[in-house]
């Protein structure tokens, strides 16, 4: 199994507090995820905590995706992580940090994630998955810029 990884950073104009507020509303993600992927929550706590789970579902290149994932390493308002129970790859760990910088905070995403399917998830790797979530964390990164602003500096 290829393990690969996905990481960027943002600056965000707005206290660490409100960053982290932010992420703990589940009902955020679908502000922060490209509309063609269809996303919608199916379940999910008000507030998320350690060990809460959420499920929903999306739409990519025509085909229904399902996805539940479990919060964990809750630690606000500086980090927390979500990992993957169900859906489309059989390994996805997504680290979310906030860090205090000058007028604002640095926001930075980690996320290990492989695919399954053996030598047939390497190339779905190389000619679609990739560039999809390239596309969706560009997407995201917009979304939060519209939100917050992006510091100075």
């Known amino acids: 199994m290829g393990v690969h990884?996905?990481?960027g950073s943002q600056r965000i104009q707005a206290p660490a507090d409100e960053v982290f507020d932010f992420f703990a509303e589940a009902r955020n993600l679908e502000e922060i995820t490209p509309p063609w992927l269809h996303f919608r929550i199916i379940s999910a706590p008000d507030r998320v905590r350690g060990g809460e789970e959420i499920s929903y579902r999306l739409r990519l290149h025509g085909i229904p995706i399902r996805w539940r994932?479990?919060?964990e390493d809750w630690e606000p308002p500086r980090r927390f992580a979500d990992t993957q129970l169900?859906?489309?790859y059989s390994l996805?760990?997504?680290?979310?940090?906030?860090?205090?910088n000058g007028d604002g905070?640095?926001?930075r995403d980690r996320v290990r994630y492989a695919l399954p399917l053996g030598p047939f998830?390497?190339?779905a790797h190389r000619l679609?998955?990739?560039?999809?979530?390239?596309?969706?964390?560009?997407?995201r990164r917009e979304a939060i810029e519209r939100r917050f602003g992006t510091a100075s500096g």
């Open 105 to 107: 905070v640095v926001m």
């Open 5 to 7: 990884l996905l990481e």
């Open 121 to 123: 998830g390497e190339l």
């Open 128 to 139: 679609l998955v990739r560039r999809d979530l390239e596309r969706i964390f560009d997407y």
């Open 69 to 71: 994932s479990r919060i």
């Open 86 to 88: 169900r859906g489309p």
């Open 92 to 100: 996805w760990h997504h680290t979310h940090t906030v860090e205090p």
